[in-house]
């Protein structure tokens, strides 16, 4: 059996890998290690049954904790945990500096102690910051470092040790950074499933300053079969970019999703612009593409259809995740009100 320790795995994205391993990795027995924060949720590993998936809760800045709960012959931890909202970060740092930057050094320390053969950082492709609007420049992973939020910060000082621990101590680690990810189980304090949500309740949607800021977005499924492929074939000490070739403006991406839902375009609400809000990310995926033999499957389209289609499908996970806490936030930073019913 291939032993994991997977931190974050009640998340959006963490959820989604495990998912993927029961699935495609029969050899695979994991431990899904999570604090359970506002945005974890245990709704979303409600349909995994398999006796080769292992819940604890517990947090990455416990040391005794995260090794009293790694395997005996662990062959990878896996990063997925982290506070991983921008506007979170720029109201308060505390937690992501605890989180994304303490806590990956307490995993980087076990890993050594106990011989893990392999660390996977799941970071971002802000680190590398904001790129020309409307030239034909990319972030490669020779990029330079410029985090402008705190959330960026923090992946970026993450990153900064994992690289510290692979070059000071022989840690066997791969880096994986990501655009904009989109698919079911997304806390809809996120853009795309926060204008669904509120499209379906016939909410007001709000949009950051002009609404051209542009990302990239990647269905999550893709985005986890890129991680798995730099698991499983990346070069030791690695950086990989993870990108769909999918460079979007944000108001794109709402009139797409109302025109889908069939909602008016009068629910959009130009608000105040984010703090520092950065103008574009786009990702080069090359090295990934050539080194990892990785391709996205999904298309924008085909993605956003069965992204609805999910949210449609459960309205009562959308319901219990509206009634948790980014009302007040929403409020209080943009003077937006959010039903909770
Ligand atoms: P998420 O907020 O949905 O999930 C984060 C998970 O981490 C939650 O289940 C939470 O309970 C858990 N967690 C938080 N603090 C913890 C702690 N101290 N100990 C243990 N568990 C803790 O985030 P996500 O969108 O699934 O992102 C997962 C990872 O991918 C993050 O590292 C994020 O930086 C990175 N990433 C996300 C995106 C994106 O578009 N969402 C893009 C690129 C990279
Ligand atoms: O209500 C909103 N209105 C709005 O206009 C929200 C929540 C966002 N926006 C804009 C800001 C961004 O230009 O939409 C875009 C996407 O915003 P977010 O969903 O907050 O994502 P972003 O800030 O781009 O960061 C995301 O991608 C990189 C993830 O949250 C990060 O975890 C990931 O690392």
Redesign the pocket.
Known sequence: MTKLFITGGAGFIGSAFVRLLLNERPDVELINFDALTYAGNLDNLADLESKRHHFVRGDIVVREDVLANLPQDCDAIINFA?E????RSIASAGEFLRTNIIGTQVLLDAARERNVRRFVQV????VMGSLPEDDLSYFTEDSPFAPN?P??AS?AAAEHFVRAAHHTFGVDTVITR????YGPRQFP????P??ISNAMHNDT?????D?L???DWIYVDDHCRGILAALEKGKSGSVYNLGARNERK?LE??HSLLDTLGKPRTLLNF?KD?PG??RR?AIDPSLAETELDWRPLESWESGLAKTIDWYQQNPTWIERTRSGAYQDY?KNQ?G?EVRTT
């Open positions: 982290a991983s909202h921008v506007d970071s971002t492709d802000e939020s959330y960026a992946k990501c655009g904009n990810n304090e996120k853009f795309l926060l204008t949607i709000p949009i950051y300053g609404g800021n542009v990302r944000n991406v709402v608000v984010r809000h950065d990310y929403y943009y937006v």
